[in-house]
T-cell receptor
């Protein structure tokens, strides 16, 4: 079945540092891949997506590239801000299926 | 953008009692709602999908008699945890999709409800 694996543990970094959150997946066929962000007290929001191999999703300075050969969709941002502190979830949905499979999420804390 | 609310945001109940969690779409009509559960340090797991006016479809391993889902209107779905036990303690999240949409992009999430059963 479909599954998503995110790197273990919270991520703490200083403002303007480079952020990477790893995400790998297992799926049949050609899934669509997503990153969601959850700010404190709010619902998950779609941050970016990619629907086919080599696609790059981007939004708010975040990027992730769909790598079929490594089954990965790592999230990156070149210079984080305190306002980026949130929980980030990697997710996938199989082609033609709107049911999402999520990773465990990573808490990101950006220190001024 | 579309807003989904949940109530309560957190609840503590005694073992054996039932708890109802509400999920509302505030500014759109939600023909489909999804209920997820997240245990500490675990992934969000889809529990069930409900379409307005019809019975919910439960994922494998989810007890439909324990987790009662009602989607009686286009703006409200409820999840009732019946005869709750400590192992039901979890974070419950709903999401909603509006009429005429089918993509993941159009699925909006609530902020979640923390349930603690003592």
């Amino acid at each position: 079945g479909n599954s998503v694996t995110q790197m273990e543990g919270p991520v703490t970094l200083s403002e303007e540092a480079f952020l990477t959150i790893n995400c790998t997946y297992t799926a049949t066929g050609y899934p669509s891949l997503f990153w969601y962000v959850q700010y404190p007290g709010e619902g998950l929001q779609l941050l970016l997506k990619a629907t086919k191999a080599d696609d790059k999703g981007s939004n708010k300075g975040f990027e992730a590239t769909y790598r079929k050969e490594t089954t990965s969709f790592h999230l990156e941002k070149g210079s984080v801000q305190v306002s980026d502190s949130a929980v980030y979830f990697c997710a996938l949905a199989s082609y033609g299926n709107n049911r999402l499979a999520f990773g465990k999420g990573n808490q990101v804390v950006v220190i001024p | 953008g579309a807003v989904v609310s949940q109530h309560p945001s957190w609840v503590i109940c005694k073992s054996g009692t039932s708890v109802k969690i509400e999920c509302r779409s505030l500014d759109f009509q939600a023909t489909t709602m999804f209920w997820y559960r997240q245990f500490p340090k675990q992934s969000l797991m889809l529990m069930a999908t409900s379409n307005e006016g019809s019975k919910a479809t439960y994922e494998q391993g989810v007890e439909k008699d324990k987790f009662l889902i009602n989607h009686a209107s286009l703006t409200l779905s409820t999840l009732t945890v019946t005869s709750a036990h400590p192992e039901d303690s979890s974070f419950y999240i709903c999401s909603a999709r509006s009429r005429g949409t089918s993509g993941i992009d159009e699925q909006y999430f609530g902020p979640g409800t923390r349930l603690t059963v003592t």
